[in-house]
């Protein structure tokens, strides 16, 4: 069977264009912003040493300049702020036979919630937004099918603002992440998705190798 990442399911409930550009992506740079909030997430509940977090990040992303520091020394004052549980495991593989979708977990913890997810993005304000509700929903799937974990509650660990929100993912939840992922089956078979110009278009960081009939990002550039 073909499996497809929880990621990009993700990626297709939002957009099913970006779904079928970044899969025929032949290499992708990590984002600067995930490195440093991936390295910060393995010291949480631990001492948070600058240096040291700091030294990790220049060595595992090249990209990653002295022009970011500031950065990374913001989100990890903000860190500083926030209680955060210690995990037993880090960046474990989970996967659904059943569904055919494949993903994996940042942060695995003794107690509930037992499954911690990093984001590289500022928490919502009220609620959780729809994109980590799905995310959460196949996570909690795949945790169940894996790692025998009911996984019903996982907790969002939000780098850039130090904030933790814990999600439950609904039945609807669910139903719309199995709708998404059997489109992005449907992608890879070789459906070629239309382009819808919605407002988001206006900011998607494809816009400019987003055509009418879409073409290998690698084609463009
Ligand atoms: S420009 Fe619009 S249609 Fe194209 S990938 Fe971005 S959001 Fe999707």
Redesign the pocket.
């Known amino acids: 069977m073909d499996f497809v990442t929880i990621s990009g399911v993700v990626l297709c409930h939002s ?1 099913p ?2 779904y079928y ?1 970044e899969t025929r992506r032949e290499f992708e740079q990590e984002r600067i912003e995930y490195t440093i909030a991936k390295q910060i997430s393995y010291h949480l509940g631990r001492d948070l040493c600058n240096d040291e977090i700091w030294d990790e990040i220049r060595l595992i992303n090249p990209n990653i300049s002295e022009e970011d520091y500031p950065l990374f020394e913001n989100w990890l004052e903000k860190c500083r702020d926030c209680s955060w549980p210690v995990s037993i495991e880090s960046d474990v593989e989970i996967r659904s036979n059943k569904l055919g979708v494949i993903g994996r977990i940042d942060n695995l913890f003794e107690s509930e919630p037992n499954i911690g997810i990093i984001r590289a993005g500022c928490a919502p304000e009220k609620g959780i937004y729809k994109s980590d509700r799905i995310r959460c929903a196949l996570v909690s799937i795949c945790a169940a099918e894996t790692l025998k974990i009911k996984g019903e509650e996982i907790l969002l660990q939000y780098i850039p603002d130090g904030v933790t929100k814990v999600c439950k993912p609904s039945p609807a939840d669910r139903r719309t992440a199995i709708r998404a992922l059997s489109y992005a089956k449907k992608i890879d078979r070789g459906y070629i998705p239309e ?4 407002e ?2 206006n900011t ?1 960081y ?2 400019d190798y ?1 055509l009418t009939k879409p073409k290998k990002i690698s084609d463009l550039i």
Request: charged share 35%; proline share 0%; aromatic share 0%.
């Open positions: 957009c264009v970006r550009l382009k819808k110009n919605t988001r278009c998607c494809l816009k987003c």
